[in-house]
């Protein structure tokens, strides 16, 4: 079965720093896809980055990038310049195929806070 | 906003009650995505509508059913609630069916419900 681990709870960061936030994944496809989500304190899902296991080039989109090592098995998010509106719950997610169709296995989160 | 739509966006009801929870996906998505997320199970994949028809089901109890309608709003329709049925409920939409590797075809989330049950 695919798992997401994400091994920290907790993580602060100083505004207009960069961070960087730990995702590693357990499967046995060899086509699969990794997402990033961010659940602010309102409670919304906002998706933020998508990298495919055959893209060549790490995603990046704006301030946020992927940092995706295969051969480890780790997709971890980086965001440069933290502002103080990314303190958030961050979720890593897998892509697990079912049939024609597909779900979304999600990590635990972390919980990031940027200071001012 | 993502354009996934939810109502209600809060829920409060007694044990053994039943309730409805409705979404509307983004405008041409055809697939509906329920999730649920409670403090100790995280956020857990439900079940999947395409077009109207069940693709997909996850860790969904039989107490639990959904439908798609035609205009492809869907339903999730929780019955004889339990304290632990207390959750965010998510409805999500995306494009397409599949998601090899074609392509993100990323979920996109609603607001959510938040139910409690007292």
């Known amino acids: 079965a695919q798992k997401i681990t994400q091994t920290q709870p907790g993580m602060f960061v100083q505004e207009k720093e960069a961070v960087t936030l730990d995702c590693t994944y357990d499967t046995s496809d060899q086509s699969y896809g990794l997402f990033w989500y961010k659940q602010p304190s309102s409670g919304e899902m906002i998706f933020l980055i998508y990298?495919?296991?055959?893209?060549?080039q790490n995603a990046t989109e704006g301030r946020y990038s992927l940092n995706f090592q295969k051969a480890r098995k780790s997709a971890n998010l980086v965001i440069s310049a933290s502002q103080l509106g990314d303190s958030a719950m961050y979720f890593c997610a897998m892509r697990e195929v079912m049939d024609s169709s597909y779900k979304l296995i999600f990590g635990s989160g972390t919980r990031l806070l940027v200071r001012p | 906003d993502s354009g996934v739509t939810q109502t209600p966006k809060h829920l409060i009801t007694a044990t053994g009650q039943r309730v409805t929870l409705r979404c509307s996906p983004r405008?041409?998505?055809?697939?509906v995505y329920w999730y649920q997320q409670s403090l100790d199970q995280g956020l857990q994949f439900l079940i999947q509508y395409y077009n109207g028809e069940e693709r997909a089901k996850g860790n969904i109890l039989e107490r639990f059913s959904a439908q798609q309608f035609p205009d492809l709003h869907s339903e999730l329709n929780l019955s004889s609630l339990e304290l632990g049925d207390s959750a965010l409920y998510f409805c999500?939409?995306?494009?397409?069916?599949?998601?090899?590797?074609?392509?993100?075809?990323?979920?996109?989330f609603g607001p959510g419900t938040r139910l409690t049950v007292l």
């Open positions: 999500a939409s995306s494009g397409r069916l599949g998601g090899g590797s074609g392509g993100a075809n990323e979920q996109f």
């Open positions: 990298q495919g296991s055959y893209d060549e």
């Open positions: 405008s041409g998505d055809l697939s």
